[in-house]
């Protein structure tokens, strides 16, 4: 798992998930991008840990896919672990808040779509899931309408409000931790607005959350990392 480490609230907090929980159409102008329903229930899937990248460093265009699409996230880390949780009681199992961005291989993604296979292979490449620039602490920020947006060479891609979710985060860690169990350091990323797209070769990555900070990442060829 590469070692990731970010600030937070004056301490320094060591990134050791043991998975990554990532939404899918929370956001119903995403789902509509998308050309998919808006869910009536949560829908995730899972991301590796090795996808972990910190923030000033290379997302890595893998050879096998020629599209490969960013997607900003407003990030919760799991403070307390638990199954069934409520969402009455959720806020309790937050340690903090952060930006992940979901890259995603459409490609590969709309390919196993296509075929009615899993599609874990167009979202869990090494560097697949760039995260920071800190930690808020939970008792610091209320994530019920931020402003969350993303540019690429400075021109902004996606811009959109954490109020536009679907699901609460208190509602997505009551369905989760219904099927599995949240363990301390567990990161769950809660869907992205829409505009996502394409990300080529030399692109500088630029990813802000109301209250959070702003994540930067630059671009490579797999043949240049």
């Known amino acids: ?30 789902a509509g991008e998308m050309g998919s329903k808006v869910p009536e229930r949560v829908v995730f899937f899972l991301k590796p840990p090795s996808s972990l990248l910190p923030p000033n460093s290379e997302i890595v265009l893998p050879k096998v896919s ?20 409520s969402r009455e009681k959720a806020h309790e199992h937050i340690q903090g808040y952060t930006i992940l961005l979901d890259i995603t291989a459409r490609d590969l993604q709309a390919e ?7 599609w874990a292979e167009a979202k869990g490449f090494d560097t697949f899931a ?13 994530p019920g309408d931020l402003e969350i947006g993303l540019k690429v060479n400075g021109s902004v891609r996606q811009l959109g409000r954490t109020s536009q979710m679907v699901f ?45 900070g702003t994540l930067k990442e630059k671009v490579v060829g797999e043949n240049n990392h």
């Open 66 to 85: 020629r599209e490969v699409h960013h997607e900003v996230e407003l990030a919760l880390i799991i403070g307390k672990g638990g199954r069934w949780i």
């Open 130 to 142: 760039p995260i920071g620039p800190k930690i808020v602490p939970a008792s610091k920020l209320d």
């Open 168 to 212: 609460s985060v208190a509602e997505i860690i009551e369905y989760v931790s219904r099927i599995m169990t949240l363990e301390e350091g567990d990161i769950i990323a809660t869907g992205t607005p829409e505009g996502v797209g394409p990300l080529k070769e030399g692109d500088e990555v630029e990813a802000w959350i109301e209250g959070i």
């Open 1 to 30: 798992m590469p070692d990731v480490k970010l600030p937070m609230d004056g301490d320094i907090y060591n990134l050791r998930p043991s998975k990554i929980i990532a939404l899918a159409r929370n956001y119903p102008s995403h």
């Open 112 to 118: 196993a779509k296509r075929r009615g296979m899993p």
